[in-house]
């Protein structure tokens, strides 16, 4: 590394929003108190936000409609047209069921927060910087009550149906509900299934590990202070699993798992898991349980998606290894492959990796994207539910896109290094933020406290990057270009 002033790179950087900072893993601690700030009432997180970092313009500008990802007038007919058939299907409903007082139909408003988040995603991300329309939809998820609750589509797909041969059972096992709100918005429910102070045992497999609603809402609050916005937004809240759940759903099947324990609480199950006797019931206590509430995207007869495998995808197997497990030059056959090679794509899965190291989540083994956006479009960091299981241990395999390829953003590595001073260190920010969530205390400090050791690793990965291929070859302003097979390190546009 390049021998430099801590105090006067990180001046620079807080001046410069284009300055790197050569020896940014070795930021100096100041003594301050758990979630203190500067000045000591001021918060990090505004100021963080507020850093010019934050404020750059992004590039490429957004000059049309083709920047969208929806027409807003087909979108709205789409809106339209569902809500009218809901209606119908639900008044169909009361009345095979003799249920005589009316329901007032549904009507779309155009100002409903879903609805703007909806037509508010772009090819930057989900949501935009400044958007008040987050911080609405987060609070209607809390708060609205619900409509109507279903299993998820590929929990459908099962039909209840188990093969408990499968070493890796299907995604639908995984108990998770769709519930729908009285403005139409929608969000995937994960109830709560291991405590804070838990950790994922030793002995588990990352496919077999739990699904952790508060690892959910946590991936959220941590992709929008990275700055990446590619977590759809996630609220935790406290279920009445009686009449949010029970009560509103017409699917008999979720009506049959419910039970009353001898504990007097009300519980349910999935079908399929309890079959196999691989994962068990949730209970309220009687009635009122924690879960996550993630925000749907558009639909995809509206907004088609691409569903890629992760080159750095595991083996899902007891005892396999994939290729990248044990060739160190894996990165450049990687590079040689459409659209690896000429894009965006290899640097977004790189942030991608960057982010599941830092939550600990080992099961990315596809990614999503807008068909719209094409090979440069962002990739969306769904399904996070398996981060946040062990404070203990990182698990520095999965940082081998980057340690592979050594290549990152310039602008990421910017958003790392400046979370690593002091005055926005990631722990700090991370704590203040998720003191909005109705669930709070998300996480134990425990786990805010290994953000910060995980980030001085990558930025430690990075350092030694540099040292061994350059500045040039390792931070990358533009997209990947192709390079000779033998080539060992990135060729980069300026």
Known sequence: GRASSPARDSAAAASDPGTIVHNFSRAEPRAEPAGGSRG??????????????????????????????????????????????????????????????????????????????????????????????????????????????????????LLGA?????????????????????????AMFKPMRQQRDEETPVD????????????????????????????????????????????????????????VSPASNVCFFAKCPYMCKTEYAVCGNPHLLEGSLSAFLPSLNLAPRLSVPNPWIRSYTLAGKEEWEVNALYCDTVKQIYPYNSSQRLLNVIDMAIFDFLIG????????????????????????ARGFGRHSHDEIS?????????MIKKKTLLHLQLLAQADYRLSDVMRESLLEDQLSPVLTEPHLLALDRRLQTILRTVEGCIAAHGEQSVIADGPVEQSAPDSGQANLTS
Request: net charge positive; aromatic share 12%; charged share 25%.
């Open 40 to 157: 000591g009432s001021s918060s990090k997180l505004q100021a963080l936000f507020a850093h010019p970092l934050y404020n750059v313009p992004e590039e490429p500008p957004l000059v049309g409609a083709e920047d969208s990802l929806l027409a807003s007038q087909e979108a709205l007919r789409y809106y339209r047209r569902k809500v009218a058939r809901w209606n119908r299907r639900h008044k169909m409903y009361r009345e095979q069921m003799n249920l005589t007082s009316p329901d007032p139909p549904l009507q779309l408003r155009l100002e409903a927060s879903w609805v703007q988040f909806h037509l508010g995603i772009n090819r930057h991300g989900l949501y935009s910087r400044s958007s008040p329309v987050v911080g609405k939809l987060l609070q209607d998820m809390r708060h609205f009550p619900t409509i109507s609750a279903d299993y998820s589509q590929d929990e459908k797909a």
């Open 162 to 186: 188990c093969d408990c041969t499968q070493i890796v059972k299907p995604s639908g096992v995984h108990l998770k509900l769709v519930l729908r709100f009285s403005d139409f918005g929608k």
């Open 204 to 259: 588990f497999f990352y496919f077999i590990d739990f699904q952790r609603h508060n690892a959910e809402i946590a991936a959220f609050h941590l992709d929008r202070i990275l700055d990446f916005r590619r977590v759809p937004p996630t609220v935790g809240r406290l279920v009445n699993v009686t009449k949010e759940i029970l009560e509103v759903t017409k699917n008999e099947i979720l009506q049959s798992v419910f039970f």
């Open 361 to 384: 989540n080992m099961d990315r083994h596809h990614y999503e994207m807008f068909t719209k956006f094409g090979d440069d479009g962002f990739l969306i960091h769904l399904d996070n």
């Open 398 to 406: 999965i940082l081998s896109p980057l340690s592979q390829c050594c």
